[in-house]
């Protein structure tokens, strides 16, 4: 468990990076001439980076508060049984 867990978080970061890498470059190098510059986010940027990533775990959280993982059959009615 703990290495899927682990794969998945190294898959996740991956897939952020590479949208990283694929807006980076296309900012910092636009196509107008004369506007070469570094890219520099501001405050909203990351503030909508940061928002996204705690979107997707909290949508899941409400979604298995809705639909729980284990039935209610499937669960113990005595803790020492």
Not at 15 to 21: A, E, I, N, P, Y
Not at 57 to 74: D, G, R
Request: with cysteine.
């Amino acid at each position: 468990m703990t290495g899927i867990v682990f794969t998945s978080a190294v898959v996740v970061l991956a897939m952020w990076l590479k949208r990283l890498l694929i807006v980076v470059p296309a900012v910092s190098h636009p196509l107008i001439s004369g506007a070469w510059g570094a890219f520099q986010p501001t405050w909203v940027p990351l503030v909508i980076t940061v928002a996204a990533a705690c979107s997707i775990p909290l949508a899941l959280m409400m979604f298995f508060k809705l639909f729980p993982i284990l039935s209610i059959y499937e669960m113990a009615a005595d803790p020492d049984d």
